[in-house]
C-alpha cells in the first residue's frame, strides 16, 4: 500500500475514532479527544476494535492493541520466559521477562511483568502466570514502538472482597419451547452473549477461547446449558463492575505473535 494510501486510511480511522468516542461519551472533554486523535495519527490505533481504552485517568492501550499494531510493524518475534529467583508458585507469585525484536537486526527491547493474588481482580485469580506474561509482553512492545501511555492489562487491580458465586436458579430459563442444540445453549443464551460482546465491545474470539477454558470442555459445543449460562453470567457481572480486568483476563488469550529461541 502506498503512502499516499496509507495517510488517507489514517485520516478516515481519525475521524471515525473522533466520531465513535463523541457518540459514546458525550461528555468528553476536548483534551481527551484529542489525545485520541494523536494516539491514531501515530499509531493507527482503533477505538472500536478496543486497541485503546478509556478509564477515569485517560487512554490506555490494550494487548489486542499493541499486538495489532507489532503485526502492522512486522515485528520480528517476541521471547518470553520467566524469572526463575523471583518467581514463587506456591504463592502465585510470577515475574516474567519479554524481549521484543521489532527488526531482523534489534538487540531487542525487555519489559518484566509481575502478577501475583495482591495485584490482580478475582475474575483473574489462579491466572497469575499469564497475567504476568501479558504485562511483560506489553511493556516490552511499548518500548519498542515507543507508546508512552501505559496499558490496561499493566495496571494493578484491588482484589476486594470473595463474593460467592450466583446460583444457577438466576439463571436465564430453558426456552419454553425446547428450542436449543444438544448442549441445551439455546438462542436466548447466545443472543444475551452476542449482546455483551457488542455492549462492551469485546474480542469474539477471545470470549469464545475464554469460554472454553471456563467450562472445561475441549470445545464450546461440548459445554452444558448450565455451563454456559453460568459462563455468560459471569461474563455480565465482569463486564458491568471491572471491564479493565476483563479484558485482561481475555487477553491472556491472546495467541503469540511468533516465538523465538533463546
Known amino acids: 500500500m502506498s503512502a499516499k494510501n496509507l495517510h488517507h486510511n489514517n485520516l478516515q480511522l481519525i475521524r471515525h475514532n473522533t466520531s465513535l468516542v463523541k457518540k459514546l461519551y458525550p461528555n468528553i472533554n476536548r483534551a481527551r479527544v484529542q489525545a485520541l486523535r494523536e494516539l491514531t495519527r501515530q499509531f493507527s490505533f482503533s477505538f472500536a476494535s478496543g486497541d485503546v481504552i478509556q478509564l477515569e485517568n485517560g487512554w490506555f492501550v490494550t494487548h489486542t492493541g499493541l499486538v495489532r499494531l507489532a503485526r502492522r510493524k512486522r515485528c520480528r518475534g517476541i521471547h518470553v520466559e520467566a524469572v526463575d529467583s523471583l518467581c514463587d508458585s506456591a504463592a502465585s507469585r510470577f515475574v516474567l521477562k519479554a524481549t521484543v525484536y521489532p527488526s531482523k537486526d534489534s538487540a531487542g527491547f525487555v519489559g518484566y511483568g509481575d502478577a501475583d493474588p495482591s495485584n490482580v481482580s478475582l475474575l483473574v485469580r489462579g491466572a497469575e502466570m499469564r497475567i504476568a506474561e ?48 444438544g448442549n441445551g445453549s439455546g438462542p436466548k443464551v447466545r443472543d444475551r452473549l452476542c449482546q455483551i460482546i457488542r455492549q462492551h465491545r469485546l474480542d469474539p474470539e477471545l470470549v469464545k477461547a475464554y469460554a472454553v477454558d471456563f467450562c472445561g470442555t475441549k470445545a464450546l459445543k461440548d459445554a452444558t446449558r448450565e455451563q454456559v449460562e453460568s459462563f455468560v453470567q459471569q461474563l455480565a457481572e465482569a463486564a458491568r463492575k471491572d471491564r479493565s480486568a476483563l479484558l485482561c483476563q481475555l487477553n491472556s488469550y491472546a495467541p503469540p505473535i511468533q516465538e523465538v529461541a533463546g
Open 134 to 181: 501479558t504485562r511483560a509482553v506489553n511493556r516490552a512492545l511499548r518500548k519498542a514502538y515507543g507508546i508512552g501511555i501505559c496499558s490496561v492489562e499493566e495496571i494493578g487491580s484491588n482484589p476486594g472482597p470473595m463474593r460467592p458465586a450466583p446460583d444457577a436458579q438466576k439463571f436465564p430459563p430453558k426456552n419454553a419451547n425446547g428450542n436449543g442444540s
